[in-house]
């Protein structure tokens, strides 16, 4: 949508087929996969990146230069 005039169609290997709101089992998938100190790494990155972006001003200049 967002470069419509560079392509012509586009395929995804895990589309979302059915959105669903605070959809905590595959948080919880991820967990289990990546083990316990691998998954607390993981939510402490997310609760700090979303700091960051509430902050607003500097901070959220500097989370989205991080993720480009």
């Known amino acids: 949508m967002k ?12 589309g979302v087929v ?9 948080d919880q998938q991820v967990a ?4 316990e100190k691998c998954s607390d790494v993981l939510r402490e990155t997310t609760a700090m990146a979303e ?7 500097d901070s959220k200049k500097k989370i989205k230069q991080l993720f480009q």
Do not use: C, E, V, Y
Request: aromatic fraction near 10%.
């Open 18 to 26: 059915n959105a669903i709101l605070d959809f905590t089992a595959f």
């Open 3 to 14: 470069f419509p005039h560079l392509t012509r169609g586009s395929l995804s290997s895990s």
């Open 51 to 57: 700091k960051m972006i509430l902050a607003g001003g």
């Open 32 to 35: 289990a996969s990546a083990g």
